[in-house]
């Protein structure tokens, strides 16, 4: 998939607490310095961010809540990205989520922080 991925805009519906005028995001991220980066960015530009920094932080926000969007990082402590991802879908989260592949990523030969997005 070639291009940038565009999150919900700001007239999209908030799902737990937070404006109406305000998508919500899940970030999950174990690099605290990169998710502290993307949340700063997020909220700045009007989406409420919760962030959680391993893969079962993650899972229980990602079950509990409902998000406009959902950021994961391919490689999580606890729980690895793709697995969380099944783990939502297998109980029914069907947000769409973007993952972030981490920059010498084996499975794709990619270099760089790639995102990739998978809705499935």
């Known amino acids: 998939m070639s291009g940038a991925v565009k999150l919900p805009d700001q007239g999209s519906t908030a799902m737990n607490g937070g404006a109406a005028d305000q998508p919500r995001v ?45 950021i994961v990082d391919r490689g999580l402590p606890a729980i690895d990205g793709l697995d969380l991802l099944a783990r939502w879908r297998s109980r029914g989260v069907d947000t769409s989520v973007l993952i972030a592949l981490p920059s010498d990523c084996p499975a794709t030969g990619w270099t760089g922080w790639t995102p990739a997005l998978r809705t499935t």
């Open 26 to 70: 899940l970030l999950v991220e174990d690099d605290r310095t990169l998710s502290g980066m993307l949340t700063e960015i997020l909220r700045t530009d009007g989406y409420v961010v919760d962030a959680a920094f391993d893969g079962q932080s993650g899972l229980h926000l990602g079950l509990t809540r409902r998000y406009d969007v959902i």
